[in-house]
């Protein structure tokens, strides 16, 4: 059943079972998993290892490309398998874990992980658990919906477990592009001058003897959950769309615009679904997460390559997409996130970002992360990588949250994630800020003017003028009040200033 | 006396006064200046503009590429002649008005001037001005001691006024390294693959129909101010070069490191000074300013070669490298800030990047600009460009400032410029917090640990607990006392806790 995908037959010597697989570990590892918002993840290893912890306790460091699917993440927490975790998650249950102190936590540039085990930065990696699709006659694997950081992990772990996953279709082979830099200090460029330039392999390479067991699987990607455009989120697309068709009318760009990037959430699958109806043309995307959107982008004709480090979508997608994969082939490519993210293609690229924020200050600062400062909602991403180097930086947000109790313009960031350098545009449902080329206080205004939610409007004003009064400065504040919002959402459950 | 320096003879036929040359700007003009950090700046038509705007006046933009000398900013402020400044200034009178709000600032990444410009994120250039040293037969320009964004200003600029200074010797011809990445979309790599790869020209090209005039200067560059080394400045190189011996020791770098940058400033500067008599050799440096500590090492040996896009020296030091420049000139090179700066080649080449805080808080957050969360002291510079992208990103500052009356170690900075991400390790007189691979609660206790003064380490150590146990979350803070060490200087005039 797995003969066609194991093409050295030696190796078939180390098929072994999950169970098998999950005793190899042993206690403060460090353990390196392929998995990028939840496509291409191990999907039995790392599930055997949290059924084992529980009866044969053990604490490993476990990093990964981005998030996993399955509720992997929350059965190893559960099982208390987890010491410190690196650099993504979105699971329920670890973001318990870590804001209770019980997990260790680094959120981190989604794009730097692999440098900073490149740099010896960070303690080596004793087992790496690859799923990959088809092993070739070298020994080299070809990965499955996800790149992530596969490649480093391969060349950098001193053993490897890959889950042969049988249920993704061999049409897969092709669509990744496996590059590295090289080692410091004899780095190389990363010459990719579009998004649809190859520049690598098609396989990761993999030192045969490093393989140290084989797990057959056919456990299916768990399917990204889309929610709906609503109003808000269809008026903060029709903004954006305004905005990039008056770029286009004044000369700034043309109608194909630059390469797209798009966080991933409701607020940018219905920016990029905004596209599909616009005059908009021969657009491409260089990408972190290709979604749902994104096919619907290339089916319109709209869009006309996709380059990112995983696909992950729904199962309609996924049964649609992966039923007829050779018509999507030449039209999508998985990187490596230190490629995908890599700050020296995203600035000659050009590329025009959008994310999402979880709260905005007036002078443009931003919090992607932290609810109320303190607590992790899933981490940074791959937002700073493009935020800081792109040609235009973009973040879209609701005005109010949580039945309006809670601004998400507020007067300073409970956390700073994106610092107002690298933020150039804000959206909220009420409209736009184009704060391109202003200085902080005005930058303030604009924001006041056009992004903040009519029930907050008057007091945030208030803020920034009292600031700019009794303090002034390059970036007016009054630090003894700059939280107060948040202080009162705390203490009465809302931003909203109580009725006298 | 200037005919060996105008190689394209009639163009001497615009040569004007620098009086002449200040009547061509107009108000809401968009003027840019060559400049860096006081180097290589106009000197002539800048202070002339700022004399005839006290008698006929105007008020334009004005970007550079870091700072003026001469007092050029303030001259231009005290004539009510700046509406906006960017990216970067250190000038008293200009930073009282910027923070009164009479003068907007945009405080800027060094790096991304060149392209905000390029990306027709800000209004063109009407007029700009350029120092140089020879005009060629073509019209192209050799410039003098800074590059700074000088070659995009020439670029984009509708006209451009040269300001031929006498000063300068004809042998600094050659140490210029010009390279563009070109136009969206079709920009290419910067293929630098060590600190003292040449990769483009050693002129600035210039169309020579748009030269307006030429005016002839012989005024010398302000010289650098340089602080000699203190006891807390030895004691922070001390604890840098012991960390980097440990680092050779563990393997992870050569004796010859890795391409050095330092910030300007007496503790970057005492840090390279601390290299000469250190057992490391070979040493390379890709930064943005060459400062007296430069030679040093170049002199010592130890210091193979330097890139910058600045030499920024004290007299005495100007005197010894311009009398004998040759002596230097295949160990030193100028480059555009877009590419001294770039994140592409930092990476790249794995920078070990070295820049000073005003602040840290418990976390890793490093504030670099604004005191007390307002008012702007000089501006980010290139320590964003150098810290998101480095290979080991360092920040040095004294644990407590103005007669230990201010904590430069603080629960929450009042401002951040560099987040937690971007920041590896921190050292302060106290001790070195390395931080790599640690959560934000392991951090905190290492920064309390190693780098806050004994007066407030208690406290501070205080805040933490109480932080983590009363609030938890990822990164534990209480927002409504988070600034109160910031609310206590302003209002008793120190952060320390009044005695009971």
């Given at each position: 059943m797995y003969e066609d995908r194991i093409?050295?037959?030696?190796?078939?010597?180390?098929i072994i079972t999950a169970q098998e697989a999950a005793m190899m570990f042993k206690d403060k590892m460090v353990v390196a998993s392929s998995g990028f918002t939840k496509a291409?993840?191990?999907?039995?290893v790392l599930m055997a290892l949290a059924e084992r912890a529980h009866a044969d306790p053990l604490k490993v460091t476990l990093m990964t490309g981005a998030s996993l699917g399955q509720g992997t993440d929350g059965a190893l927490v559960e099982a208390g398998a987890l010491s410190l975790r690196l650099p993504f998650q979105v699971d329920p249950i670890m973001r318990r874990a870590i804001n209770k102190g019980e997990v260790f936590f680094i959120d981190q540039h989604l794009g730097e992980t692999a440098n900073l085990l490149r740099a010896n930065n960070f303690p080596k990696i004793d087992i790496a658990i690859l799923e990959a699709c088809l092993i070739e006659e070298d020994g080299s694997i070809v990965p499955t919906t996800s790149v992530g950081n596969s490649a480093s992990f391969a060349a950098l772990a001193e053993k490897i477990i890959i889950e042969l996953n049988l249920s993704v279709p061999l049409s897969i082979k092709g669509v990744h592009d496996i590059f590295s830099t090289g080692e410091y200090p004899n780095r190389r460029e990363i010459p990719i001058t579009k998004a649809n330039t190859k520049v690598g392999s098609s396989v990761i390479a993999i030192n045969?003897?490093?393989?140290?067991g084989i797990v057959i699987t056919q456990k299916t990607d768990s399917p990204a959950e889309i929610e709906a455009p609503d109003a808000s989120t269809k008026a903060i697309a029709n903004h954006l769309i305004r905005f990039f068709n008056q770029e286009v009318a004044k000369g700034n760009l043309t109608k194909s615009l630059l390469p797209l990037q798009a966080g991933i959430g409701k607020v940018a699958n219905a920016v990029l679904t905004g596209f599909v109806h616009s005059d908009f043309e021969d657009l491409t995307m260089y990408s972190e997460v290709l979604q749902d959107s994104t096919f619907d982008l290339l089916d319109s004709g709209k869009l006309l390559f996709a380059s990112g480090s995983s696909i992950t979508v729904s199962q309609a997608y996924y049964d649609k997409i992966f039923s007829n994969f050779d018509a999507y082939k030449d039209k999508v490519m998985l990187r490596p996130q230190d490629i995908s993210n890599a700050a020296e293609v995203i600035r000659r690229l050009g590329i025009i970002a959008i994310n999402t924020a979880l709260e905005c200050d007036i002078y443009g600062n931003v919090n992607s992360t932290h609810v109320s400062g303190t607590h992790m909602m899933n981490g940074i991403g791959g937002s700073g990588d493009f935020a800081r180097n792109s040609y235009l930086s973009i973040f879209v947000t609701t005005s109010a949250a949580k039945g309006d109790k809670i601004s998400c313009i507020v007067p300073m960031v409970s956390h700073v994630d994106h610092c107002e350098h690298d933020v150039d545009i804000i959206v909220t449902e009420q409209g736009l800020a184009d704060l391109r080329g202003l200085a902080p206080r005005q930058r303030a205004q604009v924001i006041i003017d056009r992004c903040v939610h009519p029930e907050y409007r008057q007091e945030l004003q208030s803020y920034f003028d009292r600031a700019s009064k009794e303090r002034g400065g390059q970036t007016p504040h009054l630090l003894e009040e700059a939280f107060s919002w948040h202080v009162s959402l705390r203490e009465n459950g809302s931003m909203k200033k109580a009725p006298i």
């Open positions: 093409l050295k037959p030696e190796l078939a010597e180390l291409g993840d191990s999907k039995a045969p003897d490093k393989i140290a």
